[in-house]
């Protein structure tokens, strides 16, 4: 398939369409969209077809005036033969003060209402398009520092689904070593089917735990390349005060520039005590962070 998903939606709703297609395209995903798809010279009917046939799934942008436009309904037609000839997966995206019509009741819908909608993209992208979900989890810390409630607080209004709090001296559940001596990450957390795993960590109390800097983003590491190119993939988002890879301890200076090197290709937010601030960079993160994920996503499909 050549895109992830194709848009069919009325010519009044083409703002909102827009900003799909680039809030999905932030996300790591391809967008077939008319208005950027078809050149002049071709022919606007094959063109549709085509874009469709090549797509992973079809959403249907349904609003008031496009249950009232015959075009959409043409698209909604061929969708649906596309969906039995092809096993083309059709996402009917609700917006507005609308509902999904009868001939595509059977279809799960995702319904942006929100004032925020970020979180309703994220659930058209996992599970919607790619059928898979992503599952956060944060520990909590009895620090009595507010910068970790920030975190916990940041992920829930900003994420929200999926997501799991546990108690730091929980930790050591999600990290497993099988009676062959293999190790395992996260399963009872993020079981098979759920697709992805996400770890929000507070870098600077979790280290605590692990013997110190060096231990910790020695352990981090371990969980993430143990996981790499699995269903079970792991990634970490480590929200740490500035500075905090100028504390690793390794005495081999090239060994650190290594270290540096990896973690930095990690998603690293700042401490902040303003939590619109952190809100923001975690979006920023977390979208860079599902553009990974998609790739890897690419080599399952």
């Given at each position: ?10 010519r ?7 900003f799909?297609k ?7 995903l391809?967008?077939w969209?008319?208005r950027?798809?078809?050149a ?5 009917a094959r ?14 942008v ?8 015959k ?8 969708s ?12 009917p ?10 001939f ?12 925020n ?15 898979k979900?992503?599952r ?21 209004e900003e ?15 999600w ?6 001596g293999?190790?395992t ?26 013997g110190?800097?060096?231990q ?12 790499d190119?699995?269903?079970?993939n792991?990634?970490f988002?480590i929200c ?28 690293c937010l700042?401490?902040?005590k303003?939590i619109?601030k952190?809100?923001?960079?975690l979006r920023?993160?977390?979208?860079a ?7 890897r ?5």
């Open positions: 398939m050549n895109h992830d998903i194709f848009l069919s939606y009325a009044v709703d083409f703002p909102f369409v827009e799909l680039h809030a999905l395209e932030d996300r790591g391809s967008v969209v008319d950027y798809a078809i002049p010279s071709e022919s606007f063109s549709i077809a085509r874009g469709m046939e090549s797509s992973r799934c079809i959403g249907i349904l609003t008031p005036a496009s249950l009232k436009s075009w959409v309904k043409k698209e909604i037609d061929l649906l033969t596309l969906e039995i000839s092809k096993n083309i997966k059709i996402i995206i609700l917006v507005g003060d609308v509902e999904v019509p009868g595509l009741s059977t279809k799960l819908p995702v319904r942006f209402e929100s004032h909608c970020d979180p309703d993209v994220d659930r058209l992208v996992w599970p919607g398009i790619t059928g979900s992503v956060g989890l944060t520990f909590d810390h009895d620090s009595g520092d507010p910068s970790s409630e920030l975190l916990h607080q940041a992920v829930e994420i929200g689904h999926n997501f799991i709090r546990l108690s730091s001296n929980r930790m050591h559940e990290f497993l070593r099988q009676p062959d293999q190790e990450y996260g399963h009872q957390f993020f079981p098979a089917d759920s697709g992805y795993g996400v770890i929000f960590l507070d870098f600077d109390r979790t280290q605590n735990q692990y110190g800097y060096q910790f983003v020695d352990f981090i590491i371990k969980c993430r390349e143990s996981t190119g699995v269903n079970e792991l990634q988002v740490a005060a500035p500075g905090w890879l100028d504390r690793l301890s390794s005495s081999d200076i090239k060994n650190k520039k290594k270290m540096v090197k990896k973690i930095s290709n990690y998603f700042e401490k902040t303003d619109d952190l809100k923001r960079d920023k993160r977390w979208n962070t599902q553009q990974d994920l998609m790739r996503e690419r080599g399952y499909w």
